[in-house]
């Protein structure tokens, strides 16, 4: 990945209303929009998170990013543009957490299997698949698009608890 000269963009937290805002489609294909996934991977990769989408940077574009186990011991990289998802297989239960909720984790139910669809930086198809833990970070990342964080699928009780439990981190504090 290519050096910045400035430091990555801050990730947005729950309360700034891009992240409660669905996205608009990318309609143009070029190096604003490179740029722009350059740096989400490098927010991302400060915050060492799996998954992160351009509203949790201020952008409200359908794009995402993900540095994500993939199941098979290896890792699922990339971006979508745009993207579609389908669900399938058996509920999965397991802790979720969000860069934009910092700190706390809570059970959340998705489908054990995702399939996203889109197109990449230079508008040419790309497909993802996965199961487990990258198919959840597909269903997250494609929440964040239309405006919906994790929290947001729990009840109103426990989505209390999980924001009175957010902590600051050095990547989203502001200065």
């Known amino acids: 990945m290519p050096r910045m000269s ?3 963009p801050k990730i947005r937290v729950v309360g700034d209303p891009v992240l409660a805002t669905p996205t608009r489609q990318v ?3 070029d190096a604003a929009l490179a740029t722009l996934i350059d740096q989400m ?3 991302l990769a400060v915050a060492e998170g799996v998954g992160l989408a351009a509203p949790q940077i201020g952008v ?3 794009v995402f990013v993900y540095d994500c186990p993939d199941g098979s011991g290896g890792r699922a990289r990339g971006h ?3 993207p579609t998802i389908e669900t399938s297989g058996e509920p999965d239960l397991s802790d979720e957490g969000c860069l934009s909720v910092p700190g706390p984790y809570y059970e959340l139910e998705r489908a054990w299997a995702a399939t996203v669809r889109g197109v990449d930086k230079d ?5 993802v698949s996965g199961t487990g833990y990258l198919a959840r ?3 997250h ?6 405006g919906v964080l994790y929290i947001d699928h729990l009840p109103r009780n426990r989505r209390r608890r999980v924001l009175r439990d957010m902590e600051p981190f050095p990547w989203n504090e502001t200065g």
Not at 123 to 127: L, Q, T
Not at 141 to 146: A, K, M, Q, S
């Open 6 to 8: 400035t430091p990555p």
């Open 27 to 29: 309609t143009e294909f």
């Open 41 to 43: 991977f490098a927010s």
């Open 60 to 62: 409200d574009l359908a």
């Open 80 to 82: 979508v543009v745009n």
């Open 123 to 127: 508008a040419k198809p790309v497909e």
């Open 137 to 139: 970070c597909l269903q």
């Open 141 to 146: 990342e494609t929440d964040h698009l239309r």
